[in-house]
């Protein structure tokens, strides 16, 4: 590879670790460079120009992670002068002027509050020669207000807040995103139709803890949309969604059962585009270790809820998430964890083995697990959770599943011959395309019957019931992905200058 010839716009690629919500930042990167004149490097090109990584610090194998692939970068990059490495996201605003320190050879780091600074940033450190750091405290613009590159025809992602007010004794999050910043309803709702006009038939909304949404409002809130009067405002949200014509799919994460409240239940069953799956976390099911977790729920607020949920639609399927080994984690309180498991039913767990994470409050309490006691709880968790997913999964044999066609979510596709997509409870499921072969886009909706179950997902060998052709299928057929255009004022652009665009309908700015 050479370094961008004159006139030509510089290449870009972003690499990304974490959660949905460093997903969709992603998405906003990549738009950011591309309005700024970027382009993205083909999987074929050789090595890009610019080089993003968009990281976590959750997990104790972040740090190591990252400095091992800057550490492969090094020398790709010392044999092509004029290639730029950036490291932003959560590890980025902890470790701030850490990682040039670290890995001199880094041209930017920036963090989770100033993502739209990135272009400038780039461009000050090619005049500058040297290395540009910033991290803001707090946001300088609301990230859903800057473009972005969406990509999916058929799904999206929408932030409606930032931040977290939380305080769990395991969570470095609120110390990188900081407190919960909420976006105003009428700009959510807005960008919502902007996707659903470019085709997008699913959108999930994202937050740190979804079913605070509102507090952020205060008196000066939207006239219908204030806590504490009627419904909350999330729920309000919920309702609005499924005015919007077109938008098929409504789903949401994440939110915390101790602000999880009735009317959210009664919006997710009174919605008809609201899928029924909720993914609601649990991390422990010893009362004892939820207080030392600061969680403020008790297994039996949570049981509750679950019980409301199933209730008010019986057929949701509900996922979580469980941390194995937090620290004074005795196997009385394990133990707790595994009855609660098998009280709720899951259909699916994200399980992992509690990792110490410098700066947070259980990362010097007393009672660290052995690694091996740990190791050993994990394997329990994992094959109690499997089997009652694979239980709750063979429920459905026999059923007629909705399927929102994917790509890349069935890796064995091109071997077995099968497609792959979604349900509507958010299952994962393979089917034959049988006659169909060919005409199925992803995008596209297709109804079949269930025929075999396994814990992760289901698969569906019969010939499809119905196929219908979708606007999300025609754009995926075409190979457009929607954009959501944002307002940089002043920021500069690199390379050949971009075409005017198109008129857009929707809201061009929100």
């Known amino acids: 590879m050479t370094t961008a010839a004159a006139g030509s716009p510089r290449t870009y690629e972003v ?15 990549s738009g950011l460079m591309e309005q700024a004149g970027y382009v993205r490097a083909a999987d074929t090109a050789g090595n890009p120009d610019v080089v993003v990584f968009n ?50 050879w880094v041209d930017v780091v920036f963090g989770t509050h100033n993502i739209g600074s990135l ?54 999050v609120p110390a990188l995103r900081g407190k919960e910043k909420d976006r105003r309803p009428g700009d959510i709702l807005s960008e919502v139709r902007t996707l659903v ?21 205060g008196d000066a809130g939207e006239p219908n949309w204030k806590r504490g009067g009627g419904r909350s405002a999330f729920a309000e949200l919920l309702r609005a969604c499924g005015d919007i014509d077109g938008l098929e799919r409504v789903r949401f994460t994440s939110p915390h059962p101790k602000d999880f409240t009735d009317d959210v239940i009664a919006a ?51 996922t979580t998430d469980i941390i194995v080994g937090f620290p004074g984690e005795t196997e009385a309180d394990f133990q707790r964890t595994l009855d609660v498991v098998r009280a709720a039913r899951f259909s699916s767990a994200f399980t992992f083995q509690y990792s110490k994470r410098p700066g947070t409050p259980a990362a010097t309490m007393d009672g660290q697990i052995p690694k091996q006691v740990v ?47 979604r349900a509507r409870d958010g299952r994962l499921a393979h089917f034959d395309a049988g006659s169909l072969a060919g005409q199925i886009r992803p995008g596209d909706i297709v109804h079949t019957t269930v025929t075999y179950a396994a814990p992760h997902h289901l698969n569906a060998d019969g010939e499809p019931l119905a196929h219908r052709r979708t606007r999300a299928g025609d754009a995926a057929e075409a190979g457009r992905s929607p954009r959501t255009p944002g307002v940089l004022l002043g920021l500069p652009t690199i390379g050949a200058p971009a075409a005017a665009a198109a008129p857009t309908t929707g809201c061009a700015a929100h």
């Open 119 to 172: 272009p400038v940033l780039l461009e000050r450190a090619r005049h500058n020669a040297a290395a540009e750091v910033e991290i803001l405290e707090s946001l300088d613009v609301f990230p859903s207000t800057l473009p972005t590159r969406r990509e999916s025809t058929y799904a999206g992602w929408v932030s409606i807040s930032v931040g977290c007010n939380n305080t769990c004794t395991f969570c470095i």
């Open 55 to 104: 990281t976590c610090a959750v997990r104790e194998n972040a740090d190591n992670r990252l400095y091992g692939n800057l550490g492969h970068l090094r020398p790709v990059k010392d044999k092509h002068p004029g290639m730029q490495i950036a490291v932003g996201g959560c590890l980025a605003q902890k470790d701030r002027g850490d990682i040039v320190r670290k890995a001199p």
């Open 197 to 217: 006009d470019s085709g997008v038939l699913e959108v999930t909304l994202l937050g740190q803890n979804v079913n605070s949404y509102g507090v952020d409002f």
């Open 15 to 29: 690499r990304t670790y974490g959660c949905q919500m460093n997903v969709h930042d992603s998405e906003r990167i």
């Open 375 to 421: 190791q050993e709880r994990y394997e329990r968790l994992i094959a109690c959770v499997e089997e009652i997913s694979w239980a709750e999964n063979k429920k459905l044999v026999g059923e007629t599943v909705e399927v929102l066609v994917a790509v890349g979510e069935g890796r064995k596709d091109v071997r077995t011959g099968r497609l792959s997509g």
């Open 268 to 318: 997710m069953a009174e919605t008809p585009n609201v899928c029924h799956s909720l993914h609601m976390p649990l991390q422990s099911g010893s009362d004892d270790v939820l207080r030392a977790m600061r969680r403020s729920y008790r297994s039996d607020r949570y049981l509750g809820i679950i019980e409301k949920v199933r209730a008010a639609m019986p057929d949701a399927a509900i």
